[in-house]
């Protein structure tokens, strides 16, 4: 199992980033997929989530802002960024299980 971010960077308050994440070693439409953030000095947090049939989860702090979607075919998942703020700068990763999560991409707002 392998996964791999890609899309973070810096933007302002208010933008936009577009997170994405390869998928191999596995089908990703048979799991579960979520991502995860770390601030400095603050615990790993889930952000958003989505399920084998499609349906999403996310947490209060990014709803209405941030839009999880996956391509099967392409073995890939997004994590859509929108009106961000400071708060939401951190390191993003894509994770299958607890055993399996990407290296991550860092998103800094500022």
């Known amino acids: 199992v392998q996964l791999v971010e890609s899309g973070g960077g810096l933007v302002q308050p208010g933008g936009s980033l577009r997170l994405s994440c390869a998928a191999s070693?596995?089908?990703?439409?048979?799991?579960?997929m979520r991502w995860v953030r770390q601030a400095p000095g603050k615990e790993r947090e889930g952000v958003a989530g989505?399920?084998?049939?499609?349906?999403?989860t996310y947490a209060d702090s990014v709803k209405g802002r941030f839009t999880i979607s996956k391509d099967n075919a392409k073995n890939t998942l997004y994590l859509q960024l929108n009106s961000l703020k400071t708060e939401d700068t951190a390191m993003y990763y894509c994770?299958?299980?607890?055993?399996?999560r990407g290296q991550g991409t860092q998103v800094t707002v500022s």
């Open positions: 994770q299958k299980d607890v055993l399996h």
């Open positions: 070693g596995f089908k990703m439409s048979t799991a579960f």
């Open positions: 989505i399920d084998i049939d499609g349906s999403t």
